[in-house]
């Protein structure tokens, strides 16, 4: 069974990047699309964007052209450049497969404020 560990969160401002890094204990490269989530407080886990094993990409509207998913099948990680972030964009992010056939890990908090 995969485990997925999630890093790279923290507290920015407005308009600032950030790299999210999802590490798996074990190969990826036998899962078709994986992907990140994310979580707001009192709302639901939604998905955010997916990369296919090929590296199709697809993502959420409301993250379209300012994220870009990535993923490197050797180093058994998947990545999140997110750019232009907003207040909106704050929650704690996941990754999984698609579907999330994987235990989630503890994510990792993304704060945008000024």
């Known amino acids: 069974q995969v485990q997925l560990v999630e890093s790279g969160g923290g507290t920015v401002q407005p308009g600032e990047s950030l790299t999210l890094s999802c590490a798996a204990s074990g190969s990826i490269f036998s899962i078709q699309i994986m992907a990140w989530y994310r979580q707001a407080p009192g709302a639901q886990r939604e998905r955010v964007a997916l990369?296919?094993?090929?590296?199709?990409?697809n993502y959420a509207n409301f993250v379209k052209g300012r994220f870009t998913i990535s993923r490197d099948n050797a180093k058994n990680t998947v990545y999140l450049q997110m750019n232009s972030l907003k207040a909106e964009d704050t929650a704690v992010y996941y990754c999984?497969?698609?579907?999330?056939?994987?235990?989630w890990g503890q994510g990792t908090q993304v704060t945008v404020s000024s």
């Open positions: 990369i296919t094993r090929a590296g199709g990409t």
């Open positions: 999984n497969g698609l579907p999330a056939n994987f235990a």
